[in-house]
């Protein structure tokens, strides 16, 4: 404190980490409503030539990924978080994605009933990439996959990072012989 100076401090978004460890996550979902499921794994997708050789931090690491083959690339996968974890809404996400193989479809970060934030078509590559500070400003969000053209089409999601909204501290500060909530005296 100086004389007729005060320090406001404002805390930062907290940042939720999402590696989908454990078989239910809270604030997850997939399958819902008319939507197909997503496959929680470690290691490789199950068919060859198509989704991730490992997790997005490697050996051992966990993600969701569309299982496309016997006639599923037709179907469209969603993995929605609820947004329980932000009480005042989600600021921004970053996650890691994997769209390797010939058939791949669409990956999207969609809010409300259609509003896509964020996407990527076609074939990737084989690495996992990082989409970094999506602005969401939504209570929720979805990642949504469609499009997929053969069995060749896995596409997965994992290593989410949500940033939450908070609402800056209200501080009233002492400054002697008056009171002050802006940090000024």
């Known amino acids: 404190w100086k004389h007729n100076q005060c320090v406001l401090k404002v805390l930062p978004s907290p940042d939720l980490s999402f590696n989908f460890a454990f078989p239910i996550t809270p604030g997850w979902s997939t399958g819902t409503g008319t939507f197909t499921s ?5 290691g490789r997708t199950y068919s060859y030539g198509t989704g991730p050789e490992t997790g997005p931090a490697g050996g051992g690491s966990y993600y969701y990924y569309a299982e496309t083959s016997s006639n599923a690339h037709r179907n469209t996968f969603d993995l929605s978080y609820d947004g329980s974890g932000c009480p005042e809404g989600i600021d921004k996400i970053n996650f890691k994605y994997s769209m390797y193989g010939a058939g791949i479809g669409t990956l999207s970060v969609v809010v409300g009933t259609s509003k896509t934030l964020w996407s990527k078509s076609n074939n990737q590559g084989s690495a996992w990439h990082t989409a970094l500070n999506v602005q969401i400003d939504s209570p929720a969000f979805q990642f949504i996959y469609s499009g997929a ?14 940033i939450c909204v908070t609402k800056p501290l209200q501080v009233l500060v002492n400054c002697g ?9």
């Open 38 to 42: 997503l496959r929680r794994q470690t």
């Open 149 to 162: 053209r053969s069995w060749r089409g896995d596409a997965a999601i994992g290593s989410v990072t949500v």
């Open 177 to 185: 012989a008056h009171y002050s909530n802006d940090g000024t005296c």
